[in-house]
């Protein structure tokens, strides 16, 4: 740091202070721009009224510089710095004045005032020209540095190593957040939006593998507003109407998983209308055309998790048909096998529905072609986790008709797939949580042979392990603590058949300690709601086998409290309450009745009309001597809600 007014002593800097003579910027440092020099000089002028008005004032013109904007300061004119010279030496000035007065007006003084100033400004706009050509070089290696990490966070090796994914937060956050610099700088530069669109297209995308839905959300809506402005613009634009179909498709994986089926609903709609109108605009973009593929796939998952079995159907037919038709358009062998892939994918969810909607023969038709189509190509399907994904989706599907085990022979065919697809992309989120339903699936089928409980339980127990991972990796999406629920529950019942009640109790207080933070983040999915009723219930049941009233009443409470409009649920509880009353202390039980009686209120009100149930059921004996127990089975009866 340096003074602008240092002197060869301390004499002169002190009379260089008195004279207000600084020492030019640009003699400290050439790169300084003429007009940040000027507005300098002008902020230190020694004469008040030529100075700024405030602070305020001099860093807006000083931006005005930085910028290359027009700035308010001028230098110092020709008059005002005689008039300042003369102040410093007045004896000398006078003869100079009578000098100057012989060529005031002369045309060769002006011819060379004009002269000078041409050099000056030509001089000005050489130094602007070169700081923007500089401004933009910077600024293009930058953005260039930028993408470059993105597809470093996609692409590097490296990244799929396990227990890497903080890095790779941290290099999404920070390339998001520069991204997000460069459009504030370029507010209204449509290159940097595109560009910015691109960088959120790229990072939701791995946040979405990364399972952190929340954020996936907010970037795909970022990347929607900027496509759709755009698009204004450039309404047949090919590259913002994948820009901005991604990103309702995107919102609409995540706002379903989220369990947002609404929102959901919408958003995939959205998706599969502008991939339609790209596949309209570029007939031959194979790229366009197994984008339509994935919103007609996602159409009937939202479907299905709606309960419309039928239109999932649909769907999914027409699914398939598309795909059929899509893969004449393959033009070289990747495009064959992706294709085929996703031909699978739609066989497989095709079967699914077609099970859920009670036509079970042509589901087995259907995953008798999936797997006929996929079993020549499994090793080259499961380097893409979609397309091992759909190859061990079709084999999971469990029929009745189990002819020479053939429902376990799928279900290891598919947990190789996925193994093999894991060793490709280990930190996958989806592969995993198939993984572990592979495992949890075969557990639950071995349960049927009663010689191989112990296989069975090792399975079950393979799914809680992969599962209790994938929680603790991804704790913000709900569906996969049910999941992890339900497989504790599993085992839960096998350990209790084995007659180790104090080891399930274990794990149905883990199931409903997992199922709860689920339920609140989905109180309506019903994949949630029965992870808690289930963990709950064989959690009550053990605690009476091991003669525990208060731990079964703890667990009813949490049916009566998280499932208050289930009938139900509702009356289980009631029936566990009332049995919690008649196996504690007598001092314990008025109250337990009491609770017992306002569960089956709730029950009731909810929908509860079986009466033969309340007549005849074990757990309410000791409810039916109760003088209430008369009204509440006449509203059951009735039809109508209970009187609390």
Same mark, same amino acid.
């Given at each position: 740091?340096?003074?602008?007014?240092?002197?060869?002593?301390?004499?002169?800097?002190?009379?260089?202070?008195?004279?207000?003579?600084?020492?030019?910027?640009?003699?400290?440092?050439? /790169?300084?721009?003429?007009?940040?020099? *000027?507005?300098?000089?002008?902020?230190?002028?020694?004469?008040?009224?030529?100075?700024?008005?405030?602070?305020?004032?001099?860093?807006?013109? $000083?931006?005005?510089?930085?910028?290359?904007?027009?700035?308010?300061?001028?230098?110092?004119?020709?008059?005002?710095?005689?008039?300042?010279?003369?102040?410093?030496?007045? *004896?000398?000035?006078?003869?100079?004045?009578?000098?100057?007065?012989?060529?005031?007006?002369?045309?060769?003084?002006?011819?060379?005032?004009?002269?000078?100033?041409?050099?000056?400004?030509?001089?000005?706009?050489?130094?602007?020209?070169?700081?923007? *050509?500089?401004?933009?070089?910077?600024?293009?290696?930058?953005?260039?540095?930028?993408?470059?990490?993105?597809?470093?966070?996609?692409?590097?090796?490296?990244?799929?190593?396990?227990?890497?994914? !903080?890095?790779?937060?941290?290099?999404?956050?920070?390339?998001?957040?520069?991204?997000?610099?460069?459009?504030?700088?370029?507010?209204?530069?449509?290159?940097?939006?595109?560009?910015?669109?691109?960088?959120?297209?790229?990072?939701?995308?791995?946040?979405?593998?990364?399972?952190?839905? *929340?954020?996936?959300?907010?970037?795909?809506?970022?990347?929607?507003?900027?496509?759709?402005?755009? $698009?204004?613009?450039?309404?047949?634009?090919?590259?913002?109407?994948?820009?901005?179909?991604?990103?309702?498709?995107?919102?609409?994986?995540?706002?379903?998983?989220?369990?947002?089926?609404?929102?959901?609903?919408?958003?995939?709609?959205?998706?599969?209308?502008?991939?339609?109108?790209?596949?309209?605009?570029?007939?031959?973009?194979?790229?366009?055309?197994?984008?339509?593929?994935?919103?007609?796939?996602?159409?009937?998952?939202?479907?299905?998790?709606?309960?419309?079995?039928?239109?999932?159907?649909?769907?999914?037919?027409?699914?398939?048909?598309?795909?059929?038709?899509?893969?004449?358009?393959?033009?070289?062998?990747?495009?064959?096998?992706?294709?085929?892939?996703?031909?699978?994918?739609?066989?497989?969810?095709?079967?699914?529905?077609?099970?859920?909607?009670?036509?079970?023969?042509?589901? /087995?038709?259907?995953?008798?072609?999936?797997?006929?189509?996929?079993?020549?190509?499994?090793?080259?399907?499961?380097?893409?986790?979609?397309?091992?994904?759909?190859?061990?989706?079709?084999?999971?599907?469990?029929?009745?008709?189990?002819?020479?085990?053939?429902?376990?022979?799928?279900?290891?065919?598919?947990?190789?797939?996925?193994?093999?697809?894991?060793?490709?992309?280990?930190?996958?989120?989806?592969?995993?949580?198939?993984?572990?339903?592979?495992?949890?699936?075969?557990?639950?089928?071995?349960?049927?042979?009663?010689?191989?409980?112990?296989?069975?339980?090792?399975?079950?127990?393979?799914?809680?392990?992969?599962?209790? $991972?994938?929680?603790?990796?991804?704790?913000?999406?709900?569906?996969?603590?049910?999941?992890?629920?339900?497989?504790?529950?599993?085992?839960?019942?096998?350990?209790?058949?084995?007659?180790?009640?104090?080891?399930?109790?274990?794990?149905?207080?883990?199931?409903?300690?997992?199922?709860?933070?689920?339920?609140?983040?989905?109180?309506?999915?019903?994949?949630?709601?029965?992870?808690?009723?289930?963990?709950?219930?064989?959690?009550?049941?053990?605690?009476?086998? $091991?003669?525990?009233?208060?731990?079964?009443?703890?667990?009813?409470?949490?049916?009566?409290?998280?499932?208050?409009?289930?009938?139900?649920?509702?009356?289980?509880?009631?029936?566990?309450?009332?049995?919690?009353?008649?196996?504690?202390?007598?001092?314990?039980? !008025?109250?337990?009745?009491?609770?017992?009686?306002?569960?089956?209120?709730?029950?009731?009100?909810?929908?509860?009309?079986?009466?033969?149930?309340?007549?005849?059921?074990?757990?309410?004996?000791?409810?039916?001597?109760?003088?209430?127990?008369?009204?509440?089975?006449?509203?059951?009866?009735?039809?109508?809600?209970?009187? !609390?």
């Amino acid at each position: 740091m340096r003074s602008p007014f240092t002197g060869g002593d301390a004499e002169t800097t002190r009379q260089r202070i008195l004279d207000g003579r600084l020492i030019p910027l640009r003699d400290l440092n050439s /790169a300084v721009p003429r007009d940040a020099e *000027t507005v300098c000089q002008r902020a230190m002028d020694r004469e008040r009224e030529r100075r700024y008005a405030g602070a305020l004032a001099f860093a807006d013109d $000083l931006d005005n510089a930085l910028q290359l904007r027009p700035v308010l300061a001028r230098r110092p004119g020709a008059a005002l710095k005689l008039r300042r010279w003369a102040q410093r030496h007045p *004896t000398a000035s006078l003869g100079l004045v009578a000098g100057l007065l012989l060529f005031v007006g002369g045309p060769l003084a002006y011819a060379w005032q004009q002269h000078q100033a041409r050099l000056q400004i030509t001089a000005a706009y050489d130094e602007a020209d070169a700081q923007r *050509t500089r401004a933009e070089a910077n600024f293009s290696r930058a953005q260039q540095a930028v993408d470059v990490l993105l597809t470093q966070v996609a692409e590097e090796d490296l990244l799929a190593v396990p227990h890497l994914e !903080p890095v790779r937060r941290r290099l999404l956050e920070s390339a998001l957040s520069f991204y997000e610099d460069f459009l504030a700088e370029r507010a209204d530069d449509p290159a940097m939006k595109r560009l910015v669109a691109r960088a959120n297209d790229r990072c939701g995308y791995l946040l979405m593998e990364l399972g952190r839905n *929340t954020e996936v959300c907010q970037v795909y809506e970022r990347q929607a507003a900027l496509a759709r402005e755009l $698009l204004v613009l450039s309404p047949d634009d090919g590259e913002l109407l994948d820009l901005l179909g991604n990103a309702e498709a995107g919102r609409a994986f995540t706002l379903h998983e989220l369990g947002r089926l609404d929102e959901a609903v919408t958003a995939s709609a959205e998706g599969l209308r502008v991939r339609r109108e790209r596949v309209l605009l570029f007939p031959d973009d194979w790229g366009a055309l197994r984008d339509v593929d994935e919103s007609l796939g996602q159409r009937s998952a939202l479907q299905s998790s709606l309960g419309n079995a039928d239109a999932a159907v649909d769907a999914d037919r027409e699914s398939v048909s598309w795909n059929e038709s899509v893969r004449h358009h393959a033009g070289t062998p990747e495009q064959e096998l992706q294709g085929l892939a996703s031909l699978v994918t739609s066989l497989g969810n095709l079967a699914v529905h077609l099970k859920q909607s009670g036509h079970e023969d042509e589901a /087995a038709e259907v995953i008798d072609r999936g797997i006929e189509l996929s079993a020549p190509h499994l090793e080259q399907l499961a380097t893409d986790p979609q397309q091992a994904l759909g190859a061990a989706n079709v084999r999971m599907i469990r029929l009745r008709d189990d002819a020479a085990g053939a429902n376990e022979a799928r279900l290891l065919d598919a947990i190789a797939i996925l193994d093999l697809s894991l060793e490709h992309s280990p930190q996958h989120v989806v592969l995993r949580r198939m993984q572990a339903s592979a495992w949890n699936n075969l557990g639950t089928l071995l349960l049927d042979e009663p010689d191989r409980r112990e296989e069975a339980r090792a399975a079950l127990q393979h799914a809680i392990d992969a599962l209790r $991972l994938l929680v603790a990796d991804c704790p913000e999406v709900p569906g996969l603590a049910s999941n992890l629920a339900g497989s504790l529950v599993n085992l839960g019942s096998i350990t209790r058949d084995d007659g180790d009640a104090d080891a399930a109790r274990i794990l149905f207080e883990e199931a409903v300690a997992r199922a709860i933070p689920a339920i609140e983040s989905l109180p309506d999915d019903p994949a949630s709601r029965s992870a808690l009723f289930n963990s709950a219930w064989y959690l009550a049941l053990t605690s009476l086998q $091991l003669n525990d009233a208060e731990g079964c009443v703890d667990a009813a409470d949490e049916i009566v409290r998280r499932l208050p409009d289930d009938a139900k649920a509702l009356r289980v509880a009631a029936g566990l309450l009332a049995r919690a009353a008649a196996a504690g202390s007598p001092e314990a039980a !008025p109250d337990r009745l009491a609770r017992s009686m306002a569960a089956l209120r709730m029950a009731i009100a909810a929908g509860w009309t079986d009466t033969a149930d309340l007549d005849h059921a074990n757990d309410f004996v000791e409810l039916r001597a109760l003088p209430e127990f008369a009204e509440a089975r006449a509203a059951a009866a009735a039809g109508v809600p209970a009187l !609390p």
